[in-house]
Structure formats: C-alpha cells, structure tokens
C-alpha cells in the first residue's frame, strides 16, 4: 500500500476553481492507478475521476466530465485534480485513492486498497 495526503481544499464561489494535490509515498508509486472520490453530507462516497499508471488512461464521472481533469506527476509522487467551473453540487469532501492496477470496477470504492484522509472542498453560491 501507499499512504496519501490531500491538500488543496477550500472555498470557492460558483464558477471558480481548485487543483487538489495528493502526495503518495511508497517506492512503487509509480505503478500505481490513482483516482478521486468525494463524499457529500448524507451521502455514500462516489467516483470522481481515475488515472492508470501511465497517464494514458483516465475515466470521469459524468457530472464532472469536461470541468475536472486528473493528472499525475511521477518525479514528485503526486497526483492532481484541476476543477473549474466549480458548482455548489461539487462540495463535498474529496478523497485520493490508490490500488495496485487500474480496476475494472473503478467506480466502486471496494476496488481500491488505499485512501486519503481527505480534503474539504465548498463551492458557495
């Protein structure tokens, strides 16, 4: 497993952006798939957005697609989420996950094996 930090929460009004960062420590970082969840009051945690290890593979939610891009840094061990055109339906609190390979199941939180403490995001209207 590796052990991740988000950072890069915050407030934000309607129309805005963020770029949360979640550094990973472990040798093998580099090999591993990397996503984002996020987790509203009330509500069961859902999928955001995934990258495999390469880059050359990433999936998004459909509520995200075209605001939120993922992207990953493997010299810094650090994957990203860029969100623009920010909505107050998108606050949640958000959660980097890693597993061993890219899931099939992505979207299922029981297909990745390592989580984030996670990172307040509020988007005001």
């Known amino acids: 497993q590796v052990q991740l930090v988000e950072s890069g929460g915050g407030l934000v009004q309607a129309g805005g952006s963020l770029r949360l960062s979640c550094a990973a420590s472990?040798?093998?970082?580099?090999?591993?798939?990397m996503g984002w969840f996020r987790q509203s009051p009330g509500k069961e945690r859902e999928f955001v957005t995934a990258v495999n290890w390469s880059g050359g593979r990433t999936d998004y939610a459909d509520p995200v697609k075209g605001r939120f891009t993922i992207s990953r840094d493997g010299a810094k061990n650090t994957v990203y989420l860029q969100m623009n055109s920010l909505k107050p339906e998108d606050t949640a609190v958000y959660y980097c996950t890693a597993g061993a390979s890219y899931p099939s199941t992505y979207d299922d939180t029981e297909s990745w094996s390592s989580w984030g403490q996670g990172t307040q995001v509020t988007v005001s209207s």
């Open positions: 472990g040798r093998t970082f580099g090999f591993y798939a």
